[in-house]
Antibody, heavy 118, light 110 residues
Framework: QVQLVESGGGVVQPGRSLRLSCTASGFPFSRYGMHWVRQAPGKGLEWVAV????????YYGDSVRGRFTVYRDISKNTLYLQMNSLRGDDTAVYYCVRATELHSADFWGQGTLVTVSS | QTVVTQEPSVSVSPGGTVTLTCGLSSGSVSTDYYPSWFQQTPGQAPRRLIYNTYTRSSGVPDRFAGSILGNRAALFITGAQADDECDYYCVLYMGNGIWVFGGGTRVTVL
């Protein structure tokens, strides 16, 4: 069955970096686009980034563009989110999400919490 | 900057029908935005209910339906049940794989 498992969250100081991982199983990872979506405590969902199914393109939300980078390692079935210059408003649960046809998404990981605080 | 709007909260009686909508700060929502709807209960990851405006995800009861209503996407919940009480999010496709989520609607069944 499809599984997405995020890891790498934790407490980090403002201005520092953190890398999140999302390990996929149960489907051909290299053939699917993947999104990162985040949710600040008590707030709504915010789209963060997408990697196309062929790995050729990545796009980012306005609030993270230039600071975050999404990439993948197909040999490890893993999607990454490199987060630099972290700020307090980056504090959130970060989900990886499998993209589907018709510009939607079906499976979500359980999320990993990132807390940016001094 | 594109803003996707949803009602912050709505209430429905058990067994009743409620409509949630998803609009744009400027312009109309059409099927070209491929609206999807997600349901989220506290502490859980979201679950997809509807995609491509109308299509129910596998296992979603037919009490949930999606459509375009005027210039907005809509999610209809009929025969509301107690466990429908949670948060609902729409998301619109903006091209190149880019999404924008609405702010979410909290549904209360009372």
């Amino acid at each position: 069955q499809v599984q997405l498992v995020e890891s790498g969250g934790g407490v980090v100081q403002p201005g520092r970096s953190l890398r999140l991982s999302c390990t996929a199983s149960g489907f051909p990872f290299s053939r699917y686009g993947m999104h990162w979506v985040r949710q600040a405590p008590g707030k709504g969902l915010e789209w963060v980034a997408v990697m196309w199914h062929d790995g050729s393109q990545q796009y980012y939300g306005d609030s993270v563009r230039g600071r975050f980078t999404v990439y993948r390692d197909i040999s490890k079935n893993t999607l990454y989110l490199q987060m630099n210059s972290l700020r307090g408003d980056d504090t959130a649960v970060y989900y990886c999400v499998r993209a589907t046809e018709l510009h939607s998404a079906d499976f979500w990981g359980q999320g990993t919490l990132v807390t940016v605080s001094s | 900057q594109t803003v996707v709007t949803q009602e912050p909260s709505v209430s429905v009686s058990p067994g009743g029908t409620v409509t949630l909508t998803c609009g744009l700060s400027s312009g109309s929502v059409s099927t070209d935005y491929y609206p999807s709807w997600f349901q989220q209960t506290p502490g859980q990851a979201p679950r997809r209910l509807i995609y491509n405006t109308y299509t129910r995800s596998s296992g979603v009861p037919d009490r949930f339906a999606g459509s375009i209503l005027g210039n907005r996407a809509a999610l209809f919940i009929t025969g509301a049940q107690a466990d429908d009480e949670c948060d609902y999010y729409c998301v619109l496709y903006m091209g190149n794989g880019i999404w924008v989520f609405g702010g979410g609607t909290r549904v209360t069944v009372l």
